[in-house]
């Protein structure tokens, strides 16, 4: 999106301000004992969701592999997605739910433009 883009060009043009900017941002989400939802707390709120799919006869055919196979360790695929990777790590907005989003619409009712209202997630 914009804000990743922006982030991304703020860091070429001025890194020596982007790095300033980025130490005082403080991760809100991780401490040393990891997520601040506990007990793989990921896994269970995606098992929640995946379970009635997996009795459904469509979905007996494999076709949740790939999403079983990253829930199984959801903390550590997780973490590991959102641990910066350079040369393109940008500043992330965070808490990024429909709540937090201010939207604007055309005439037919529309929406046309979004905007993040909530920056206290940014990472």
């Known amino acids: ?3 990743h883009g922006m982030s991304l060009t703020a860091k ?7 790095r300033k900017l980025v130490g005082k941002l403080r991760e809100i989400q991780w401490d040393d004992d990891g ?6 707390g990921l896994k269970s709120l995606s098992m ?4 009635p799919l997996m009795e459904q006869e469509q979905y007996r055919d494999g076709k949740l592999k790939g999403f079983l196979n990253i829930v199984r360790e ?6 590991l997605a959102v641990t910066p990777k350079e ?3 940008v500043i992330c907005h ?3 739910c429909k709540p937090n989003i201010l939207f604007s619409y055309d005439e037919s009712g529309q929406p046309r433009d979004a ?3 909530e920056f206290s997630a940014v990472r």
């Open 12 to 18: 070429q043009k001025n890194p020596v301000a982007f």
């Open 87 to 89: 040369p393109h790590a």
């Open 1 to 3: 999106g914009r804000f």
């Open 48 to 51: 929640r969701g995946a379970r």
């Open 94 to 96: 965070g808490d990024y």
């Open 35 to 40: 997520w601040l939802v506990k007990s793989n």
């Open 74 to 79: 959801a903390d550590r695929n997780l973490k």
């Open 115 to 117: 905007m993040i209202t």
